[in-house]
């Protein structure tokens, strides 16, 4: 059909000529999509301030032999302005848009679970519901397992047995047993599996109870093992603040 319509949350944009832009959205029911939008660069674009990073937004598309167009916008979820004013909101929520980028790496290929894990996330980075590396930690792991590579924070991700284990290899898959155990693997502290679990499955008020320390540690884990199953650097993560 020329025409759809789906909601969408702004992935990034780039410059196209002098006064549009080609915007990439992660959507609802199409996945990733992208499109130009025409003349958004101008100060007098009826949605150009709907098309930046972060937006959530309904859009109708105009399908294009190689890239669709957008020809209306309307904004479902204004989280632009409250993430963009705040670095540490900003930092995290860029990484979160990095990684929704590459975990969708098909035009088209619908990806219901990835939008709705973004959508909570932003929303809960814009609302301040959480501190801004909690939520960032916490949808990297359940995007990751959404994406095929779950992480196990208690029983051995090698042969299965019940934790839980103290230490953890990437290349394995998160906890492993003593015998599954290869060399050099660290041994994070029982807290910081403990918060991994928790971030996994959402348990909010074993997060936010957690130190200064064992979020670090299992921070420094979750971007290891990000980029490892990613199989490229995640540019953003070097920018986030942590404390």
């Keep these: 059909m020329p025409l759809y319509r789906d909601d969408a949350i702004v992935l990034r944009t780039q410059k196209l000529g002098e006064a549009d832009r080609i915007v990439t959205f992660l959507t609802r029911e199409r996945g990733k999509v992208r499109a130009v ?19 959530a937004v309904d859009v109708q598309f105009h399908t294009g032999r190689t890239l669709d167009t957008v020809t209306q916008v309307e904004t479902v979820g204004a989280y632009a302005r409250r993430i963009c ?8 929520g860029t990484a979160m848009l ?34 801004a590396g909690l939520v960032l930690d916490s949808y990297l792991l359940r995007a990751l397992a959404v994406g095929g590579w779950a992480l196990s924070a208690v029983d051995c ?23 599954c155990r290869p060399p050099g693997s660290p041994s994070p502290a029982p807290q910081t599996f403990a918060l991994l679990a928790a971030l996994l499955s959402g348990d909010w008020d074993t997060a936010e109870a957690s130190t200064t320390r064992h ?12 980029q490892y199953y990613l199989e490229r650097t995640l540019r953003s993560l070097r920018m986030v603040e942590r404390s």
């Design 98 to 131: 990095e990684a929704a980028d590459r975990l969708v790496d098909q035009e088209h290929e619908p990806a219901l679970q990835q939008y709705w894990l973004l959508a909570g996330g932003l929303r809960a980075l814009a609302e301040r519901q959480h501190a």
């Design 37 to 55: 939008g025409r003349g958004v660069r101008r100060t007098s674009s009826r949605f150009g301030a709907r098309l930046e990073p972060f937006m």
């Design 85 to 92: 004013e705040d670095y540490e909101l900003y930092t995290a």
């Design 215 to 226: 979020r670090n540690e299992a921070s420094g884990l979750v971007a290891a093992y990000g």
């Design 157 to 179: 991700a090698r042969c299965g047995e019940s934790g839980p284990h103290t230490a953890f290899n990437v290349a394995q898959g998160g906890a492993v047993c003593p015998r």
